[in-house]
Structures are given as structure tokens and as C-alpha cells.
């Protein structure tokens, strides 16, 4: 006899809902933030560019360029590529709004990339099929934190002279090949936001080899103008040129220094993240009905997402059904992503139909995120591995 499930009335797992990603804050934060505060600069001040250097330092990449958000990451990093009105832009189904959303933002057309069903990550395949001449850039994401199958896609761009854009916000400390994620394409862009691997509350960073981009990047996050505060201060200058068209993405020096003390712990957090993904995996090694996502052998993954598939017949219960007894037993589980070219805005601006992405569509209905982050205790890695078993095999 299998125990009462929460959803039927029975007594739930955890008595508080765990949610599937949090931030860890410290005293060493709570410092820096202060010491931040005190310094006289709250924006476009020293701490933007020690942090930048910090984290171009710890990918191993030569530029990195800090901004308000991760969205505004990739923003910048299209325009800086020049991606605009007539170009189109390779973007996976399964990837956050934001992805495709900034390919609009730069004037340019997304098309929509089927996925691997075992990663979830681009189909290189299908990348080649939808490659036409107005194709100026193929947005990579590292899906749940793995790397995406960047050698591939440079087969593919490289001869073409089509750019690579990695949306690495789910991969920070990744590596593919032994090559890190923020050195794999042109440009690299990361998010600081609280759930990713370090935050800044909100935050963003680009990395590149690319000096002029960078340059360029650093424009575009202050309103296109060529010299900024600190800088006119520094040669006792008003003057400044509006050289191309820019937005205010500036990051403050309050987060820039929250995030750099961050940075400082970011491998202990990838060693645990690696650790609670492990446990996950041997757990449901032998559960009838739940199927861990693949990792390729040449990646080293930085879980921000532990991806479940399901299949309905074994368990006798669609995705739906498991995602509210997963709730109900207080496990705060998630669904990343629906594929964005079934979103009403896209089918309506941009023509997209349910079918063009079969693959992406079809693992979406069988999709679920647990909870994955650093301060998880033992326990709480235990409740879940206990909830998923009660509900898949008591449904
Ligand atoms: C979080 C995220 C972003 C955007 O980051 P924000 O900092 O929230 O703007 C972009 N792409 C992906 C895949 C993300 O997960």
C-alpha cells in the first residue's frame, strides 16, 4: 500500500515549500555591499570595473562588460554585432524569453531551432536546415547549465561568417572540452539574477576576446555616448559624442560589489550544485517513469537546472498532474521552458505555428524542474528524492 499522496489529502512531504532555486547571502556580501555604500560611488564608479576584471579573470576570457541585467547582456550583444533590421537570428525553441525577445529588440527576426531531445540543447541539425543568407548570428544556450554544442555550431557559422552568441546564463563555471563557457563563442553573455550561479540582485555580464566589441558594449550601456563620468572627470572635460544609439544598462557599484564577494565562492557552489545533481541521478536511476536528462561526456556541467523527463504511461499521470503533487508535497518544482515560438506574441507578430519545432514541443508536455541550489541541506535533497518517488509510483 503506497502512502496518502498531499494532493489526496495525505500528509504532505515537507511542511514548507522548497523552492527550486534560491540565493546564498553571507556576512562577507553584507560587507561589501556596505563598503560599497560608503565609497562614494553608487554607480559608474570603481567597483564596475574591478568586478568586471574579476569575472573576466575567473572565465578566462580577455573583455568583460557589466550591465544592468542579463537581458540587457544580450541586448548589448547583439547590437554590438551589428544584428539588426533584415538579419535573422537562430534561437532555440526551449530557451528563457529573453533570448528571443532581444533578437526583436535589435530590429532582427528570430528563428525558432529545434532541440536535442535528450539535452534539450540546439539540434545543430535543424540549426543547418533553417540557415539561410539573411542568418547573422545563432544564439547558443547552455540549457540547464550545459555547455551547448558549440564545435558543431562553429562548423556550421564559422565558414559563413554567421556570429555565435552563447546565452551562457545557465552556465557560468561550465566547460566544454575543457574549454571554459565564456571563451566558446564571440560573444558570451551571463546573468546575475538571484537564482543564477552568483547575483547581483539584478545583473548582467558579456565576455568576448574582442577588444572593439567590448568597447562598443561599454558605449551601448551608456547611451551610445563615447566617454563617461568618471572618465570626463578624470581628463577635466565636459564634452562627450553620442557615437551610435545607446540605452542606460549601467550596473551599480552596490551590485557589482554584491556580486564580486559572490564570485569569491562561485567553485564550492558549483561543487555542491554538482553533488545534489549526482544524488539526483542515482536516485532515479532505477524509478520506472523518470528520465534525467543526458549529459555529454566532454561536458562539464554547471547545474543550474535539474530537468526531469517524465513519461505519462509508466506513471499514469500527465506532467500537469506531477507538477501539483509535486507542489502539494511542498516540493517548489518548475517547468523551463515552453517553447517560445508557441507564445501568443510570437505566433502573432512573427507567424510562428505549433509543429515547426516537433521535438522541442513534444518534451515540453514532459518536462519538470526540482529544486537545485547550494544551501540545500542534505534533508531537503532527501525530501525531494522521496516526493518524486511517493507521487510518480502513488499516482
Ligand atoms: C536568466 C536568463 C536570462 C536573462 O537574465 P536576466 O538577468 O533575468 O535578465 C537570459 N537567458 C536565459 C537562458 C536565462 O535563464
Known sequence: MSERLALHGGTPVRSSMLPYGQQTIGPEDEAA????????WLTTGPAVPRFEQSFARYVGASEAVAVANGTAALHAAYAALGIGPGDTVLVPAITFAATANCVVHAGARPVFVDVDADTLLIDPASAWERLTPSTGAIAAVDFGGQPAPYGQLAEIAVPRGVHIVADAAHALGATLAGGRVGTLADLSTFSLHPVKHV???????????????AERMRRFRNHGISRDFRAREAEATWEYEI???????RITDLQCALAEAQLGRVDAWLARRREIAAAYTLAFADLPGVTPLAVRPDAGHAWHLYVIRLDAELIRADRRTVFRALRAEGIGVNVHYMPIHLHPYYRKHFGTVPGECPVAEAMYERILTLPLFPAMSEADVQDVVTAVRKVTTGL
Open 33 to 40: 555591499v556596505l563598503g560599497a555604500l560608503r565609497s562614494g
Open 199 to 213: 547575483t547581483a540582485g539584478e545583473g548582467g555580464v558579456i565576455t568576448t576576446e574582442n577588444v572593439e566589441l
Open 243 to 249: 557615437a551610435e544609439l545607446g540605452w542606460n544598462y
